[in-house]
Nanobody, 118 residues
Framework: QVQLVESGGGLVQTGGSLRLSCAASRSVVSINAMGWYRQAPGKQRELVAVTSNRGTTYADSVKDRFTISRDNAKDTVYLQMNSLKPEDTAVYYC?????????????WGQGTQVTVSS
Protein backbone atom coordinates (compact mmCIF):
# COMPACT_ATOMS: atom_id res chain seq x y z
CA GLN A 1 0.00 0.00 0.00
CA VAL A 2 2.75 2.43 0.97
CA GLN A 3 6.22 2.47 -0.52
CA LEU A 4 9.26 4.21 0.89
CA VAL A 5 11.43 5.71 -1.82
CA GLU A 6 15.08 6.23 -0.90
CA SER A 7 17.80 8.27 -2.54
CA GLY A 8 21.21 9.73 -1.79
CA GLY A 9 23.41 6.67 -1.40
CA GLY A 10 26.70 6.35 -3.18
CA LEU A 11 30.46 6.19 -2.88
CA VAL A 12 32.38 8.67 -0.76
CA GLN A 13 35.88 8.90 0.68
CA THR A 14 36.66 8.72 4.36
CA GLY A 15 35.73 12.00 6.02
CA GLY A 16 33.17 12.92 3.40
CA SER A 17 29.45 13.47 3.70
CA LEU A 18 26.24 12.12 2.24
CA ARG A 19 22.59 12.92 2.78
CA LEU A 20 19.99 10.21 2.45
CA SER A 21 16.33 10.94 1.89
CA CYS A 22 13.23 8.79 2.08
CA ALA A 23 9.68 9.72 1.15
CA ALA A 24 6.40 7.88 1.50
CA SER A 25 4.72 7.27 -1.84
CA ARG A 26 1.27 8.31 -0.71
CA SER A 27 -0.36 10.32 2.03
CA VAL A 28 -1.20 8.46 5.21
CA VAL A 29 -3.18 9.06 8.35
CA SER A 30 -0.12 9.21 10.55
CA ILE A 31 3.57 8.39 10.48
CA ASN A 32 4.30 7.46 14.07
CA ALA A 33 8.03 7.01 13.61
CA MET A 34 10.53 7.23 10.80
CA GLY A 35 14.20 6.48 10.57
CA TRP A 36 17.10 4.48 9.26
CA TYR A 37 18.65 1.08 9.82
CA ARG A 38 21.72 -0.39 8.18
CA GLN A 39 23.22 -3.78 7.47
CA ALA A 40 26.89 -4.27 6.74
CA PRO A 41 28.34 -7.41 5.12
CA GLY A 42 28.36 -10.26 7.61
CA LYS A 43 26.51 -8.20 10.22
CA GLN A 44 22.97 -8.04 11.54
CA ARG A 45 20.73 -5.12 10.74
CA GLU A 46 21.11 -2.35 13.30
CA LEU A 47 19.34 0.85 14.17
CA VAL A 48 21.04 4.02 13.00
CA ALA A 49 18.53 6.71 13.94
CA VAL A 50 14.79 6.87 14.51
CA THR A 51 12.66 9.89 15.27
CA SER A 52 9.10 10.43 16.42
CA ASN A 53 7.17 13.11 18.21
CA ARG A 54 8.40 11.58 21.46
CA GLY A 55 12.06 11.98 20.64
CA THR A 56 15.04 10.79 18.66
CA THR A 57 17.36 7.83 19.13
CA TYR A 58 20.83 7.40 17.61
CA ALA A 59 23.20 4.49 17.62
CA ASP A 60 26.24 5.24 19.76
CA SER A 61 28.51 4.76 16.77
CA VAL A 62 26.89 7.62 14.81
CA LYS A 63 25.55 9.97 17.49
CA ASP A 64 28.29 12.57 17.05
CA ARG A 65 28.32 12.45 13.25
CA PHE A 66 24.82 11.80 11.87
CA THR A 67 21.68 13.92 12.09
CA ILE A 68 18.16 12.75 11.36
CA SER A 69 15.42 15.20 10.40
CA ARG A 70 11.86 15.09 9.08
CA ASP A 71 9.68 17.18 6.86
CA ASN A 72 6.25 16.14 8.05
CA ALA A 73 4.42 18.05 5.31
CA LYS A 74 6.20 15.97 2.67
CA ASP A 75 6.29 12.68 4.63
CA THR A 76 10.04 12.67 4.18
CA VAL A 77 12.93 11.77 6.45
CA TYR A 78 16.58 12.69 5.94
CA LEU A 79 19.85 11.40 7.30
CA GLN A 80 22.79 13.78 7.12
CA MET A 81 25.98 11.75 7.46
CA ASN A 82 29.22 13.58 8.16
CA SER A 83 32.76 12.40 8.88
CA LEU A 84 32.05 9.08 7.24
CA LYS A 85 34.24 6.09 8.04
CA PRO A 86 34.78 2.80 6.21
CA GLU A 87 32.86 1.04 8.98
CA ASP A 88 29.78 3.04 7.93
CA THR A 89 29.73 1.05 4.70
CA ALA A 90 26.39 -0.77 4.57
CA VAL A 91 23.03 -0.98 2.93
CA TYR A 92 20.86 1.67 4.55
CA TYR A 93 17.14 0.97 4.90
CA CYS A 94 14.46 3.56 5.46
CA UNK A 95 11.91 2.60 8.11
CA UNK A 96 8.49 3.94 8.97
CA UNK A 97 5.69 2.96 11.28
CA UNK A 98 2.52 4.14 9.56
CA UNK A 99 -1.00 4.20 10.92
CA UNK A 100 -4.23 3.99 8.97
CA UNK A 101 -7.69 4.31 10.45
CA UNK A 102 -7.63 0.78 11.90
CA UNK A 103 -4.07 -0.50 12.10
CA UNK A 104 -0.38 0.34 12.26
CA UNK A 105 2.28 -1.36 10.16
CA UNK A 106 6.02 -1.26 9.67
CA UNK A 107 7.35 -0.34 6.24
CA TRP A 108 10.82 -0.69 4.81
CA GLY A 109 12.55 0.82 1.83
CA GLN A 110 14.44 -1.30 -0.66
CA GLY A 111 17.79 -0.16 0.70
CA THR A 112 20.45 2.13 -0.67
CA GLN A 113 24.15 1.30 -0.72
CA VAL A 114 26.58 3.57 1.09
CA THR A 115 30.25 2.80 0.49
CA VAL A 116 33.04 4.68 2.25
CA SER A 117 36.50 4.17 0.80
CA SER A 118 39.78 4.71 2.61
Amino acid sequence: QVQLVESGGGLVQTGGSLRLSCAASRSVVSINAMGWYRQAPGKQRELVAVTSNRGTTYADSVKDRFTISRDNAKDTVYLQMNSLKPEDTAVYYCYARISTAYRSDDYWGQGTQVTVSS
